[in-house]
């Protein structure tokens, strides 16, 4: 775990569905609005294809679909949260990203014991903030290199 000069860990809020999730802001490169993406065949179905972002190339991710969660037509409010990751950039499609909040490393716990929930295995934890319930994600376990591999072009 990462240690932190204030017991405050900024996260960026967004939601599929209902339910609100969250990632740290250190991982955040930008925010988006949805754009073209072009497809590219023989790739997982939640990988929606990549995005030529101010000349990089991005793959992109439907989390909706990564979670298994029916999918829904783009909205105005629909957000595509560019990630680094493994010194790679990466976008997640996300149905609105409006929140930047301090979480307190206490109201964090770790993930609980859930049946039936598809996103399970990619949960870090949950933070309980007054009548908000954040899932906290895993970025690693999301975004598995080798699902990205084909679409980030590897030429061979």
Same mark, same amino acid.
């Given at each position: 775990m990462t240690e932190t000069l204030t017991d405050d860990l900024k996260y960026i809020v967004f939601q @599929? #569905? %209902?339910k609100e999730y969250a990632i740290p802001v250190n991982k955040v490169h930008s +925010? %988006? #609005?949805i754009e073209? +993406?072009?497809r590219v065949p023989g790739v997982s179905s939640y990988i929606k294809g990549v995005l030529n972002l101010r000349g990089v190339v991005t793959p992109i &991710? !439907? @989390?909706r679909l990564r979670? !298994? &969660?029916e999918e829904v037509a783009y909205t105005d409010s629909t957000r595509i949260i560019i990630v680094s990751f493994d010194d790679m950039e990466v976008? @997640?499609?996300v149905d609105t990203a409006n929140d930047v909040i301090d979480i307190?490393? %206490?109201a964090i716990e770790p993930q609980p014991e859930v049946v039936g929930v598809d996103e399970a295995e990619y949960i870090n934890g949950v933070a309980k @903030? !007054? #009548?908000r319930l954040l899932i906290l994600l895993d970025l690693e376990k999301i975004l598995q290199r080798d699902d990205l591999k084909t679409t980030y072009g590897n030429e061979g």
């Open positions: @599929l #569905k %209902e +925010i %988006e #609005k073209h +993406i072009t &991710i !439907d @989390l979670f !298994d &969660i976008g @997640l499609i307190k490393a %206490e @903030l !007054d #009548k």
